[in-house]
């Protein structure tokens, strides 16, 4: 089946660093990608969508300047978190659809991000 | 307009009973409606999902009611197993214009199966 992988799985780094999170389909292309947040016990929040070859469309609250989205090709999207603070700490997570309507969407394992 | 109302909050039953997680929504574009199991340290797994032009899909012990009028669906577990235990999101998308494939999640509901 589709299977989407998300690297790294988890990390830690010191507040100010710039952290970068890949988002790869594995068997199949895609043009859109989705990229959530989530913090513990509660759901999950769409952060932006990740189009390929034009700039991302990020939803309302979400600093474009903070998470910068680039989808570089039909297999890749990447989120970096820039210059991080311990309130950026949460776990996060893209999504690639598959199917018509781009829909359905198949999720990556996450990745932790903890800022000290 | 936008938000999915999902209850309850959590849930406990015993090996081999039938949990049922209930969704509501508002906005009537909406026209895909899955589910995801979320284990912790995971990220969701499609469960099951259904389109409004159906009221009841079934897949393996997986179940999905749905009511357009009343805009509601729901999962039914059949046989839980102690393996079912995680985190269920509902969620809803609509199709075209900038909501294109757009996901919003319910709140998620923490299923406790006990052996």
């Known amino acids: 089946g589709a299977v989407v992988s998300q690297h790294p799985s988890r990390v830690i780094c010191k507040s100010g660093t710039s952290v970068k999170i890949e988002c790869r389909s594995l068997d199949f292309q895609a043009t859109t990608m989705f990229w959530y947040r989530q913090f513990p016990k509660q759901s999950l929040m769409l952060m932006a969508t990740s189009n390929e070859g034009s700039k991302a469309t990020y939803e309302q609250g979400v600093e474009k300047d903070k998470f910068l989205i680039n989808h570089a090709s039909l297999t890749l999207s990447t989120l970096t978190v820039t210059s991080a603070h311990p309130e950026d700490s949460s776990f996060y997570i893209c999504?690639?659809?598959?199917?018509?309507?781009?829909?359905?969407?198949?999720f990556g394992d996450g990745t932790r991000l903890s800022i000290l | 307009q936008q938000q999915v109302k999902q209850s309850p909050q959590s849930l406990i039953v015993q090996k081999g009973g039938i949990p049922i997680i209930n969704c509501a929504y508002e906005?009537?574009?909406?026209?895909?409606f899955p589910w995801y199991q979320q284990f912790p340290g995971k990220g969701p797994a499609l469960l099951i999902a259904?389109?409004?032009?159906?009221s009841e899909k079934k897949e393996g012990r997986f179940t999905i009611s749905f009511n357009k009028s009343a805009k509601q669906f729901s999962l039914h577990i059949m046989d839980s197993q102690p393996g079912d235990s995680a985190t269920y999101f509902c969620?809803?998308?609509?199709?075209?214009?900038?909501?294109?494939?757009?996901?919003?999640f319910g709140q998620g509901t923490i299923l406790t199966v006990h052996p």
């Open positions: 259904i389109r409004p032009d159906v």
């Open positions: 969620a809803a998308s609509k199709g075209g214009g900038t909501s294109y494939g757009k996901l919003t």
């Open positions: 999504s690639a659809p598959t199917g018509m309507s781009n829909q359905p969407q198949h």
């Open positions: 906005n009537t574009a909406f026209d895909y």
